[in-house]
């Protein structure tokens, strides 16, 4: 018998609603566990044959750090208010559901980063990230300078008011918001952005995701925080440096086929093709 984790943020009473009554659904179908993102700690073992989300992206994210290092495959569904992330509605999601755990969906890999906050010879914060890996200023609106490294090499020191690395998922977030540019999700590369450069010739690079990059705040007086997926966050101090690259495993994602990359481009992000002229 097949193996379901469900996940969700019990604190809100419509996932709460809608957990109960998915877990009464695949009990006939499958053993069930229960995670509640309100509580579940990121570095416990985890099986299972497939992982359902509920919530919006935000939940689809947390839940995706949570269940990749298991290789469990995850699919969201969308309680949320964009639901970019997120695959199924609650009105559909029985019925893919069923084709997935007959194995009639694709699994399909995403690539993460993992990245490390270090400081001297020890690490003092290490996350996967879906999205991206943001080094910002934490207070006062001024400049901040960061010296940028790929594979040991130099690359260039921006001023500006932050540094985004992110993987192709998260092209369209934080990454698109700041005028990057957008990734089909199943290449193997990261964007390094930089947030509102002094300099306009600092343009977005797009490396391989077999590349290490290492970034060094040089900027002292100001308060630098390290975010990742806009969830983990962690003070950045003078000396310290951080580290990326592409995690070890990918996220497994569930492929329902409902809709496909170009297709979420065009409903979330109001692409409408032609201009629309008045008439003459």
Not at 38 to 61: N, W
Not at 138 to 143: A, D, G, P, T, W
Not at 145 to 172: A, H, K, N, Q, W
Not at 257 to 268: D, H, M, P, T
Request: hydrophobic share 40%; aromatic share 6%.
């Amino acid at each position: 018998m097949k193996r379901a984790l469900i996940i969700g943020d019990t604190r809100k009473p419509k996932i709460q609603s809608a957990l109960q009554e998915l877990n009464s659904w695949l009990k006939e179908r499958a053993q069930t566990i229960i995670l509640d993102l309100a509580q579940e700690e990121e570095k416990r073992s985890l099986e299972g044959d497939i992982a359902v989300v509920l919530g919006g992206d935000g939940a689809f994210l947390r839940a995706s750090r949570i269940v990749s290092p298991f290789g469990i495959p995850l699919v969201g569904v969308h309680l949320g208010t964009f639901g970019f992330l997120a695959e199924l509605t609650p009105t559909d999601m029985y019925d893919y559901l069923e084709k997935a755990l007959r194995n009639e969906c694709r699994i399909v890999p995403r690539m993460l980063l993992n990245c490390r906050l270090e400081r001297g010879q020890k690490v003092i914060k290490e996350s996967l990230g879906v999205n991206d890996a943001v080094i910002s200023r934490s207070s006062l609106s001024r400049l901040i300078s960061i010296r940028l490294f790929i594979d040991e090499e130099e690359v260039t020191v921006y001023s500006s008011d932050g540094l985004i690395v992110s993987t192709p998922m998260g092209s369209t977030a934080h990454c698109l918001a700041a005028g990057g540019p957008i990734l089909s999700p199943d290449l193997d590369a990261f964007v390094i952005l930089p947030i509102c450069p002094h300099t306009l010739t600092n343009r977005p690079l797009v490396i391989s995701s077999d590349s290490r990059i290492e970034m060094e705040p040089t900027s002292e007086g100001v308060e630098i925080g390290l975010t990742v997926d806009g969830q983990v966050y962690e003070d950045i101090l003078p000396g310290d440096r951080i580290k990326v690259e592409r995690a070890r495993l990918p996220l497994r994602f569930v492929d329902t086929g409902i809709r496909s990359f170009y297709a979420v481009l065009r409903e979330k992000l109001a692409w409408g093709g032609s201009p629309k002229y008045g008439s003459s």
